[in-house]
Each structure stands twice: as C-alpha cells, then as structure tokens.
C-alpha cells in the first residue's frame, strides 16, 4: 500500500511538472510566435501595428538609402508583385545586397512603413531564404533557385 | 590515386561494419563461441580502414587535389595550413567521415578495452553499433560520398566560407561529434541490455563512463560554438536559440538526465527501464540534431546539406534506429524489474526530480524548435520561434532544478534528513540571500529577476562547497584529518563538487549578461569619443590591413577608464577575394568581470563609421563555467570505480562536425541558459 502511494505520488508530480510546462509553451506560443509575411500578404491584410512579424524578399535594387550619421537605412523589399519600405538603425549583416534575398524582422509604424529592429542575410550569396523562395513562387515569379535553398 | 584508396577503404569498413552487426548477434543468441568473436577483430579493423579513408581525405586537402570535388569546392591553396586540416570536416561529406571514424574508434575501443565484459553482452553490444555505424556508411556512400572526382580538375579552389576560418569553430565540431557519437556507445549498450533482458549496477558501470565522456565533450562542444558565435558575429550575443544551437542542446540535456539516472541505476538498482529509454532518447535527439542540421528542413539552419535526398536518408536512419529500438523497449522493458522504490526526500528522489525537468526542458526546447515545421506542414503559416519562446518556458523550468540540485546533491541515499541538509546548507542559503539582497538594492531594486539569478548562481557554487566542507570535515575537524578525508574522497565526488560550482559559474555569466549587457549604436568621426558603462572609447579612424588570404579595413579605438588608457581595440572588416565574401571582426577586451566589445560598421558619405559598442557583464564566466563543468566530468572519469571494464577518456581528437552557414542578426537577444550539473557522487 505504502509502496503504491509512493509510486503514485512519483506519478502525480511528474504530471503536474509536465502540466506546468505545457501551460507554459502555450501562453509562450500565443505571446512569442513570429509570423512571416511576405510584402503582397502585408498589401492584402494590413497587420496590426502593434504586431510583430518579419517579412521577406528581394531588396531592390537602388533603393538602399543610408541616413547622414550612418546608422539609420531605409530600403524597399519586393516579391516582385507588391513592394514595402523598410526602416532600419544599426548595423546590417556583411552579406546584406541589393537585389538578393533578405528577412526582416519588426512591426508596421502608423505611417505603414516598415520598422525592422533585426535584419537576416544568408551567409551566402547564393542563398534564397527559404520564406523568400516560397513567397516568390506563390506570386508566380519564381525562376529558380539561384542555388541553395531549395 | 589516394582518394580511391579512401573510397576502397569506406566501402571495406561499411562491409564489415554489416558483418558486425549480424554475426555477433546471432552467435550471441545461439551460444557460439566462434561467432560472438568476430566482433571484436570487425571493430578494430573497421577502425584502420576509416582511419586510412580519414587520411586519404587529409591528403587530398592539404595538397590542394582540386580533382577531388569536395576539396575543390571548400578548399584554396591560399589556405592557412590549419584551415586546410581543419576544412576536412568544415563541409558535409568531410564531416560525415570524421562521424564515421569517431564511431569507429569508440567501437574499437570497446572491443580492445571490453576483456571485463560478460561475453554475449559485448557481442550484442559491439553487434548493435556495427547496424549503426552500417547506416552511417551508407549514408555517406549513397548519399554523400566525399571522394567523387572532378574532370577537369579546377585550377584553384573556390575556397572556405570564412567564417569557418577561425580556430573556435575549426575545432567545435570535433566535440560536438565526440558528444554525439559518445551517446552512441550508451545507445548500443541500452539496446544490448533489452535484448539480453538484464540491466543491472554492473551495466550501469559501464554507461556511465561512456555518458560522461560524451557528456563532457558535449558540453566543451557547446561552449565552443557559443563562444565562436559571440566574437565572430558580431551581434554581442552569446545564444540565439538558433534550431542548429538547440539541436545540440536538446542531447545535451538529454544527456544529462542520463548522466544522472545512470548513478541511481548503478546504487540502487532502480529506474532501470526509464534509463534504458533515456539513452534510447538521448542518441535520438543527437540524430535528430544532425537531421536537422543537414537537412535543410529549417530557416536559419545551417545551408550546410540542402539535397532533400540527404535528409530523407537521415530521416529513414533515424525512424529505424530510434523506432526500432523503441519498439524493442516496448517489448522488453516490462520484464526489467526494479530494485525496490525509495522516500520522495532522498539523494534518488532527488534524482528523479532531476531527470523530470531536465527532460521536461528537452521536450519544451524540441517542442519550440519544431512548431515552425509542424504548423507549415499542417499549412498554418510560416512562423519563427525566437528567443521569447524559451526564455518564457525554459527558464521557469530551469529554476526549480537549480533550486533543488543543491539540496539534491547533500541528501543522503535511501531516506534523506531534509533538516539536516537545511542546517550544512545555511551558509549556502545565507550567502544567496545576501548575494540577492545585495544586487536588488544596488541595482536599486529594479531587475528582481536578475538580483534572484546571481542569488541562484551563489546557491549553487557555496551549496556545492559546502557540500564539500561538510563531508571531508573543513571546520569540525583537525587540518590533518581534514586531509586524510579529502584524500580518500572518491573522486566522483570531487567532479560533482566541481560540475555543480561550475553551473554555479555558469548562471551567474548567463544572467549578469543577459539582463546588464549596454549596448550603443554610434556613428562615429575619427576623435570621436563614446561613453559606455563607465569606460570611454576614443575612435582614431581606420587602416588598410592585409592577411594572409583576405584585406581588411581595421578601426582604431583606444580604450580608457578615468582618464587612464587600458587598451586599444581594432575591429575588422574583412574581405576575402577567393570566397568573394566579408566578415566582421568584433574586438573584445575582457577584464573577466566584463567584455569591452567593439565592432565596426560601415561607412558613410559623410566620412562617419558605424560603430557598435558593448559592455557585457560576467560574459567570460559563461564559458568558464562551462569549462569548469566539463573538467568536474574528467574528475569523476577518473574514478577508480568508474573505470572498472572502462576504457579511460580518449583525448578529444580530430573530429568535427561542419560548417555553419548562419544568419547574421541584428538586435542580440541572448537568453537564459544553462543547466543540470553533472557527475556522480560517492556513497
């Protein structure tokens, strides 16, 4: 009888740690998931502006912008449907470039641009985010991957 | 010529590898002497074989084979010598082979080493591991054959990534696979002893061993590739909780849990059947890892193998393996009878405590890692799961083991005084309160949580000392009686002793840093000058550099602290013409209380440079805690009990897991980390 306290005791705890760590990932999962956006799905529904997403796609060419002290850079992201504008302070990675694929992460201002706070580039040249490749096919202008990524 | 006898030599070593793994089994079930033999001379010579594939490889590196396709894909003979070695396993297929030869060396080892082993045990044990290493050997010469030609051979290499060009990643990779393939070993012993039907203290004496070696390697493995990951990103961040970072941390806490489940197994003969499936699970989650990784299935993973047909091949290995031998438990673990129960308050109660929130954390940080993939195959969306996720389920986990792992630690086995160990602790107690205190009104009672998490950190490092004091008699005792029973200290004691201060070190690094690190965004002139958390760093404008295969602009920043000058810091912005590629190189002065760190951005039409500045608080104490806690596992290694059939520690040799391929990032988010101590104690 003991014996069979004890065990269910064991058994009784270890559901109420695994209880607790569910509870945990769900809330987790409701307050911390970043959905990805590509720029054609912000053209169609408007997030929030308090939302925080990252989109993804081809920077276009001749659109990087860098502020007079350096850090601030402004540049527009395309899938090559719909475009959105992209505003960024700090550092970019070495291997971000116009015309290749970029993720970035932030949410939407009032004025509908674009504020990232964490901007991804492959380490790689021929790489093609994954996201970027999937957005760019869904919007039929797919030519292949460049190499990697898919 | 050479990379043919390499080839030759893989596909000898896969062959014999197959006879490995059936004729030893069916001898040991059949009773025959003569087939149960040919295990042991199979496993040695497996080894040479892969040793001499291993070595072809080699050759063909270090001389710039370019006709050999792997070599002239990753190599340039514009190399450092050291990046021309240690690029043998900065790529897929390379990396695979050093898998293959780490695995095969265990295995020898347990054939040269095993003469203790009860005979049907090794066979079955040695049998198991020649199936895993077989499908290791197909997967490479299926799938990903390193030594396939090239016609015409090119003229130059197209070089390796440089970011792989940096000895804290050439040689994180070898660790990590001697973690990985170290819980092999268990695995095969996990799976040998279902077969047999039989675990008892005396297998358990001999996964340990195994389990720490792998867990020590592991846990170097880890500390490396943050390490790696925080001076040459460039993002001032130690861990991203990146998919590739967790599909090492997932074994490893596995792992852990393993490492602490086994010692109850081998006192008190209980939790066999939850041990077996540990390490059933443990060597799942390293596989899982390495399909992850390889596969190319997640964003932010490694672009390491992206030919789908490897990760189907991964993927297939690991449904058989882990499927198989979960199946097999399902069958056999109910005959595996336990050694009796015991009080919830006691050193195995504690235990199991332990090993509920260890793997509680795995399935938490496995669970995040895989909802991106789960909710896109259900066509749910893409999502990314970031550092949020696990701070806000990790840590909260985490806690209740810190809190217990002292007190677990000075409970006795079978019935624990829980008062008594109250009353050895309350220096320990006394100190964390004080240290938790201290922090909140000097950070003026801001950040609670941080001033709670150096409390923790002090819990661990003073429990585990006077955990210590109390045993050997430090205070009670004569100074020379004292000696004495530190002398006759097993010396598993001691490595617990050693483990758990060192996680101490460890969670006083990662909170100091993660909730104090300052962080400044500057665009800078030359005589600039730009203040940071007390320091001044004066910038005196840039230089053209050049190393052996790439040019640099280098800033100049001088560092001073009133008005005395401490040092100069000369970030870089590297280039390299032959991976046709640039790098960051951040500067970092460290005083070991905190990290000065400075990287330089870009530049602008005003003749400005982008500056990023960091201050990061008890930074380094994270690796050397980390350190601190591999060391107390190579203490409890060389326990003579432990060592009893053991083979002892192979030192780390060349092994490695490739390259990485990593997002660079903005905005460092590092998160709360580390874990379960490690090591057994003395009766």
């Given at each position: 009888m003991r014996a069979k306290r004890r065990r269910l005791a064991f058994v009784v705890c270890g559901m109420v740690t695994l209880g607790a760590a569910a509870s945990l990932v769900l809330a987790a999962f409701e307050d911390s998931i970043v959905y990805f956006y590509s720029p054609s799905d912000v053209a169609e529904h408007t997030p929030p502006p308090d939302r925080r997403f990252r989109i993804g796609g081809i920077v276009v060419k001749d659109s990087v912008i860098r502020g007079a002290d350096a850090t601030t850079v402004r540049f527009r992201v395309t899938d090559t449907l719909n475009t959105i504008e992209v505003a960024y302070t700090g550092v970019l990675p070495d291997l971000f470039r116009e015309g290749q694929g970029v993720v970035a992460e932030g949410q939407l201002d009032s004025a509908g641009r674009f504020r990232a706070d964490e901007v991804l580039a492959k380490h790689d040249e021929t790489y093609m985010p994954r996201e970027v490749a999937d957005a760019l096919k869904e919007s039929g202008r797919w030519r292949g991957a460049p190499g990697g990524g898919e | 010529m050479i990379a043919e006898i390499g080839h030759f030599a893989l596909i000898l070593a896969f062959l014999l590898a197959l006879v490995q793994g059936i004729l030893p089994m069916i001898g040991a079930a059949r009773g025959e002497p003569a087939l149960m033999a040919t295990a042991r001379p199979a496993a040695i010579v497996q080894f040479v074989l892969v040793a001499i594939a291993f070595l072809a490889l080699g050759h063909a590196f270090v001389v710039s084979d370019f006709s050999v396709e792997l070599v002239a894909r990753h190599s340039h003979t514009l190399k450092p010598l050291l990046y021309k070695v240690t690029g043998v396993w900065a790529n897929h297929e390379g990396s695979m082979v050093l898998w293959v030869l780490i695995l095969t060396l265990f295995g020898a080892m347990i054939a040269g080493l095993g003469d203790n082993l009860p005979a049907t045990l090794r066979a079955r044990v040695l049998a198991v591991h020649g199936l895993v290493a077989a499908g290791f050997f197909a997967f490479i010469l299926f799938t990903s054959n390193p030594f396939l030609r090239l016609?015409?051979?090119?003229?130059?290499g197209q070089g390796l990534n440089p970011l792989l060009q940096d000895p804290g990643l050439a040689f994180h990779p070898p660790f990590l696979y001697l973690g990985y393939v170290g819980f092999s070993i268990s695995f095969s012993f996990a799976v040998a002893a279902l077969i047999e039907g039989r675990v008892d203290p005396a297998w358990a004496r001999w996964v340990r061993p195994w389990t720490l070696l792998a867990w020590c390697a592991l846990t170097v493995g880890i500390a490396l590739g943050s390490w790696w990951a925080y001076y040459?990103?460039?993002?001032?961040?130690?861990?991203?909780?990146d998919p590739v970072e967790n599909a090492s941390f997932m074994p490893w806490l596995a792992g852990t849990a393993l490492l602490h489940s086994a010692i109850v197994v081998e006192k008190?003969?209980?939790l066999k059947g939850w041990t077996v499936l540990l390490a059933i699970l443990t060597f799942g989650l390293a596989l899982l890892g390495t399909f992850l990784v390889r596969s190319g299935v997640l964003t932010s993973v490694h672009a390491f193998a992206t030919d789908p047909g490897r990760g189907v091949f991964i993927l297939f290995l690991l449904v058989l393996i882990v499927g198989g031998a979960l199946a097999l438990y399902a069958i056999r673990a109910p005959g595996l009878r336990g050694g009796g129960l015991f009080a919830p308050i006691s050193r195995e109660g504690a235990l199991v405590l332990n090993n509920l929130l260890l793997t509680t954390a795995a399935a938490v940080v496995l669970l995040g890692t895989l909802y991106p993939l789960i909710l896109d195959a259900l066509g749910g969306g893409k999502v990314s799961v970031g550092p949020p996720f696990f701070e806000a389920t990790f840590v909260p986990v985490m806690v209740p083991l810190l809190v217990a792992c002292t007190i677990g630690a000075t409970l006795a086995w079978k019935r624990g005084d829980l008062s008594g160990v109250l009353s050895r602790l309350g220096i320990a107690a006394a100190v964390a309160v004080a240290a938790t205190i201290a922090v909140a009104w000097s950070a003026g009672g801001g950040d609670l949580l941080a001033a709670f998490g150096l409390g923790l950190a002090a819990w661990l490092f003073v429990g585990a000392l006077a955990e210590l004091a109390a045993r050997i008699g430090i205070f009670r005792l004569a100074p020379g009686a004292v000696l004495r029973r530190a002398a006759g200290l097993p010396r598993s004691a001691w490595g617990m002793t050693v483990a758990h201060a060192g996680l101490g070190i460890v969670v006083a690094g990662v909170t100091a840093s993660s909730a104090w690190q300052t962080e400044r965004i500057l665009s800078m002139q030359p005589g600039d000058a730009a203040e940071l958390a007390g320091y001044r760093l004066v910038f005196r404008g840039v230089a053209e550099t050049a190393g052996p295969n790439y040019r640099a602009v280098t800033g100049r920043f001088e560092l001073e602290r009133g008005g005395r000058a401490l040092a100069v810091l000369r970030p870089e912005k590297r280039s390299y013409p032959a991976e046709k590629s640039e790098t960051t190189e951040a500067a970092i002065h460290t005083t070991w209380l905190a990290d000065i760190y400075a990287v330089l951005g870009e530049r602008a039409s005003s003749g400005a440079w982008t500056a990023r500045l960091y201050h990061n608080p008890l930074v380094p104490w994270i690796w050397i805690g980390a350190v601190v806690m591999a060391a107390g596992g190579a203490v409890s290694l060389t326990d003579r009990r432990l060592r009893v059939g053991a083979p002892r520690p192979a030192r780390a040799g060349k092994a490695g897991e490739a390259g990485a391929r990593r997002w660079r990032r903005g905005g460092a988010a590092p998160a709360g980390g580390g874990g379960g101590g490690a090591a057994g104690a003395g009766a």
């Open positions: - | 016609a015409p051979a090119p003229v130059e040459e990103l460039g993002w001032g961040g130690w861990w991203f909780w008190r003969d209980a």
